[in-house]
């Protein structure tokens, strides 16, 4: 087993990594008001007078949002509180126009669940691993702060005000920045297939706050600092790493390490102090006396059941089993759910039940798309193939109208053209020939230009076989079926 | 529990009002008043009873997940001191 | 035929339907009472151009046969109420100059029954206060003034001091209020007015400025029982703006109101009869109780045990509230903006929040602080949730006993301005009797009931079950039948 650990001066320090993730729930509306919920917007065009926090204005929750809270409860695995309720987080900030952020601290929609993360050699993840969650909840994103626009001011735009996020707490279960990665990488896999976030940390609709914290092996937690508003998991592994050995060296030169709120700088790959939120600590939470207990019926817990869709580990284990996939496979199609859901169409449309066309369609899948699509830059959901033109180019190659070097030849011109691959095969003639008369035609032209190999050849230079396979092939343009040629050659040549 | 000039500073302080040292005199008796007074409360036995969540029976409703609000910038900052190419502006923050 | 600003919200409604009068004339009777009427201080900007628009509204509506509700009736509006292109300011100078774009949903309910408005009335600042002194445009005096030849400037009582003064003095004929402990049934009881807060939900929060949410309700200040009805029933109604509204009907409380107590029981509390009460209060409350007997009520003594740690109660639930709903003023968006030289954000917000606030704000600003701070939470704000509990659960019993309960509404009879201001506290033991409804959300009312030996009126105070104020309403005429209070304050402040 290998562990990550630090070597210090005085010996080996485990790190102790616990998450907090914001991500954005997918909802029309905000949470708490009727403005658009969309990114993009002219300044403070997608605010209503309750973003702006005027007087006497009053929240009133969007039902989109709790469902979706909900659903990615499930998928979680945790408890679905049916009574829970919204607080108030106290403090002044001029992206805040309340002067409080509505929360869930006390009574959160969502307890105690799970993520499981994958063994990884590679990475140091030497077996699967169970990371606890320990709530999840509903609550307002803030506004921005816009700095840059003029000398002496900044700029406020509330677009963002009042937008719905979901707050996932782990627990401290993690011990190296690959776990982290793993961890977010799953977490980021089930929101997308739930339908609740779309995972973007670069938008900036998944963002993590980083609690870390050192012990020497064996002991009792140490004291944790929270780096804030991490928006990608390469920069959420580079804090940790940062953030632990930094951590060491304090301790290990007799220091103590403080609980406080960091930031990390991706230019110079550090984590520093935010002394000056110090003094918000005291947020002097309490139930929001504008919104009443928020209690879940049982048709809606069970109206969102119903909605919740196949989970990754559930689908990976059917493609397994089912489809019989290879494990890498079904592992890396179930990774991300547009792939599955492409990776679905297609088998889809082979119009073939799944346990036959599965293995193939994957293979397909992974190396000529993906392949294609890195060279492209693009991703599944810009595929200039769709599963349709897909499905029809694997069973050209199953019922034997392409051979395997044809059918690359013919996805190529379906990534430049659009083209369906029957069109293409039927224009430029590529289809694959059986036509026995046609190859023994080419084979006898080919043994009579090269009387001297054809000798050789019975000779006993078997090796001179694949010489006479290219050359045939060569004649028929790549068109000729690779088994019927070999027949045909063994039979001509005796 | 009573309040000093340090916790009165505090407090002012996490509420964001500005006081002077006047101030502060003047409020720590005052606030002392009130609190000693408040305090009386401690008497009442309330072993088993669950703060009150909402004063009249009744149930959070949910709204639909449509939008109808927004593009009204012109009334977001009808009122504000200071507004400048459709934000609000405020002395410039350091982060 | 009497003044037509002598005349109620029934009386003006009814005389216009018969053709006694134009509604714009009942505007310029009313408009003319207000521009005169400048000593009492009660508004803080008269809209007389409100007030004929929508009389001339009425006028056309009249003579179209297309009457609404209020139509002909002019209002004042207190000054916590959003109103559309008309400055709202909550008597504080933290909203200087806010005009709001949009409506509160209790105003916009009033004028779309055809209501018009003759001011935004003066109020304690933010709500908070039991005398109208703590706002920043001014005291406002009562009408009213002791008969021992004292002339000592009385308080109209608070924090809708302004509605209570501007009705008493008949200078509107009615007006909204707002009572979060007990800001319309003491007024109303200082001035010798009736005022009813309904049912915690009944009337929607949504555009009224907030004090403390779980306690704020709008309701109707008027004469009488009877105009206090109709205008409560075009102010209530469910509205989705406001999580904490009721999604019940309103029901047709004018219509139903009946004197008739028969099979009805009262309940008297023993908690109410507190120490150093004045004598004269406790025989109004008896007369009362032979009141309320003689329109054929059973008259039955219970007791609300937690009574005495609602005040307490209510001062740490309050403050905590509102030093959370006071938070956006800071100078980003609205109001006032307080920038000395070289000040950062967090500066601005102190500067801002010290100059805009008045003390009284800010002493309950720093209490509901205070209370919610780290280590406190629990000791405090979690501790009086749960006494509130119990004061709720006191109503919950009794009203399993008796269907109304009757005592005063205020231990005292209107005192002068800046006799209590010095003594925070003591101004808010003057909330005693209305702040355990306001705790429970149940509906009361105070109606006046008679004169003190120094002529100024004294209120009792009828409260009920959830959503029964008809009941209330009812118990208030049986009194108001009864006790035949027709006093007026001599007109000292029309020039
Ligand atoms: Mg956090
Ligand atoms: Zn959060």
């Known amino acids: ?21 914001h991500a954005q729930v997918v909802s029309k509306a905000k949470l708490f008001s009727g403005a658009s919920a969309t990114f993009g917007a002219e300044p403070n065009a997608n605010v209503s007078l309750i973003d702006a926090a005027m007087p006497g204005m009053l929240p009133v929750p969007n039902k989109e949002c709790i469902r979706q809270a909900v659903k990615t409860g499930m998928a979680l695995g945790a408890e679905i509180h049916r009574w829970s309720r919204f607080d108030r987080k106290n403090y002044f900030y001029a992206d805040l126009p309340q002067g409080y952020q509505i929360s869930q601290l006390y009574h959160p929609l969502v307890g105690e669940g799970a993520i499981e993360i994958d063994a990884d050699e590679k990475a140091g993840i030497a077996e699967p691993k169970t990371i606890g969650i320990e709530r999840l909840h509903v609550e307002q994103d803030a506004g921005k702060l816009m700095h840059d626009q003029h000398p002496t001011r900044s700029y406020v735009d509330l677009n963002r005000s009042g937008v719905a996020l979901m707050e996932i707490v782990s627990k401290p279960d993690m011990r190296s920045p690959a776990e982290a990665g793993a961890y977010l990488r799953k977490l980021r896999s089930i929101l997308r297939y739930v339908g609740s976030c779309d995972g973007n940390m670069e938008e900036g609709s998944m963002r993590a706050d980083v609690n870390v914290s050192v012990r020497k092996v064996g002991d009792e937690l140490g004291t944790r600092t929270e780096t804030k508003n991490v928006n990608s998991i390469r920069f959420v592994m580079a804090a940790i790493e940062g953030e632990a050995n930094r951590q060491v060296d304090v301790l290990e030169a007799g220091g103590k390490i403080v609980q406080e709120t960091r930031l990390y700088d991706p230019d110079r790959n550090e984590t520093r102090s935010m002394r000056s939120k110090e003094d918000a600590h005291d947020y002097r939470y309490f139930p929001d006396p504008d919104l009443l207990p928020l209690e879940l019926s049982e048709e809606f817990v069970a109206a969102c059941a119903a909605e919740l869709p196949e989970l990754p580990d559930a689908k990976r284990r059917r493609y397994e089993g089912e489809l019989g996939l290879p494990a890498y496979n079904a592992a890396v199609i179930t990774a991300d759910v547009e792939t599955a859901r492409w990776f679905e169409e297609l088998v889809a449309a082979t119009g073939k039940p799944a346990g036959e066309v599965g293995r193939a369609a994957s293979n397909w899948l992974i190396s000529d798309l993906f392949g294609a699509l890195n060279r492209l830059g693009k991703d599944i959901g810009e595929s200039p193939v769709s599963p349709k033109q897909g499905a029809e180019l694997l069973g050209l190659v199953a019922d034997g109208t392409l051979s395997g070097t044809l059918a690359k030849q013919v996805f190529e011109i379906m990534l430049e053209t659009g083209d369906d691959p029957a069109k293409i095969v039927e224009e430029r003639g590529l289809k694959q020939t059986s036509d026995t008369g046609a190859i023994e035609k080419v084979i006898a032209e080919i043994m009579a230009a090269n009387a001297d190999k054809v000798e050789e050849y019975r000779g006993g230079k078997d090796k001179l076989f694949g010489f006479f396979v290219g050359q045939t092939m060569k004649a028929m343009q790549g068109k000729a079926n690779p088994g019927v040629v070999n027949d045909l050659l063994k039979k001509a040549l005796g | 529990m009573s309040v000093d000039a340090a916790t009165v500073r505090k407090i002012a302080s996490l509420a964001r009002i500005a006081v002077t040292d006047g101030d502060v005199e003047a409020m720590v008796p005052e606030l002392n008043n009130i609190l000693g007074w408040i305090e009386q409360l401690g008497e009442v036995n309330t072993d088993g009873v669950a703060p009150l969540a909402a004063v009249i029976p009744n149930h959070q409703r949910l709204r639909e997940d449509v939008v109808t609000d927004g593009n009204i910038r012109d009334k977001v900052l009808a009122n504000a001191p200071q507004a400048e190419h459709g934000f609000f502006a405020v002395p410039k923050v350091i982060e | 035929m009497a003044e ?20 714009r004339e009942v505007a310029e009777a009313f408009n003319g009472a207000v521009a005169s009427a400048k000593a009492l201080n009660a508004f803080i900007i008269e809209t007389p151009d409100h007030a004929l628009a929508a009389a001339d509204a009425a006028d056309k509506a009249r003579a179209a046969g297309d009457l609404r509700p209020l139509s002909g009736v002019p209002l004042g509006i207190k000054d916590l109420f959003c109103t559309e292109g008309y400055q709202t300011t909550a008597a ?46 001014g005291n406002v005096v009562s009408p009213w003034r002791r008969n021992n030849g004292g002339n000592a400037a009385l308080a109209p009582g608070g924090s809708s001091g302004g509605s209570s003064s501007a009705i008493a003095a008949r200078i509107v004929p009615a007006a909204t209020g707002t009572d979060t402990g007990g800001s319309i049934r003491q007024p109303a009881a200082f001035t010798g007015i009736t005022g009813i807060k309904p049912t915690y939900g009944r009337c929607s929060r949504f555009g009224i400025v907030a004090f403390a949410s779980s306690l704020d309700q709008a309701g109707a200040m008027a004469q009488d029982v009877r105009d206090s009805a109709i205008l409560l029933e075009v102010m209530s109604g469910f509205d989705p703006k406001d999580s904490t509204s009721l999604d ?20 008297i509390p023993k908690e109410y009869r507190v120490d150093n009460m004045p004598p004269e209060i406790d025989a109004l409350w008896q007369k009362g109780i032979d009141w309320l007997r003689d329109a054929g009520a059973e008259i039955v003594d219970v007791s609300l045990p937690h009574t005495r740690y609602a005040l307490p109660t209510y001062y740490i639930i309050a403050p905590a509230e509102a030093s959370s709903n006071l938070a956006r003023y800071d100078g980003v968006r609205y109001g006032l903006r307080d920038l000395p030289e070289g000040a950062n954000l967090q ?30 939470y629990d000791a405090y704000y979690t501790k009086a949730q749960k006494v509130r509990a119990l004061i709720a659960r006191d109503f919950e019993e009794v009203f399993k006993q008796v269907d109304i309960l009757l005592t005063p509404t205020a231990p005292s009879a209107a005192f002068a301005l800046g006799e209590k201001s010095a003594d925070p506290l003591e101004m808010y033991l003057n909330d005693v009797f209305t702040v355990p409804a306001s705790l429970a959300g149940v509906p009361a009312m105070s109606v006046p009931a008679g004169l003190d030996s120094k002529g100024l009126p004294l209120g009792l105070q009828i409260i009920g079950r959830p959503l029964d104020e008809q009941g209330v309403l009812n118990a208030g005429l049986a009194i108001e039948e009864r006790a035949g209070f027709t006093a007026k304050p001599q007109n000292w402040w029309a020039k």
């Open chain 3, 347 to 376: 500066d601005m917000y102190a500067a801002t929040r010290a100059a805009g606030f008045g003390p009284e704000v800010k002493r309950r600003i720093l209490i509901g602080t205070y209370v919610l701070s780290a280590g406190f």
């Open chain 3, 92 to 137: 504080s100078g933290i909203l200087g100059g806010f005009t709001p774009t949009y409506e509160s949903t209790v105003t916009g309910k009033l004028f779309a029954a055809g209501a018009g408005m003759l001011g935004k009335l003066n109020l304690d600042q933010f709500a908070m206060g039991s005398s109208n002194e703590t706002s920043a445009f």
């Open chain 3, 248 to 267: 019940v009907a309103v029901p047709q409380w004018e219509a139903d109101l009946s004197s008739d107590l028969k099979g009805k029981k009262v309940g």
């Open chain 3, 4 to 23: 037509i600003t002598d005349l109620g919200i029934a009386g003006i409604r009814d005389g216009f339907r018969a053709g006694e009068f134009t509604a």
């Open chain 1, 1 to 21: 087993m290998s562990s990550y650990r630090i070597q210090g001066a005085t010996g080996e320090w485990e790190v102790v990594i616990g998450l907090e993730v």
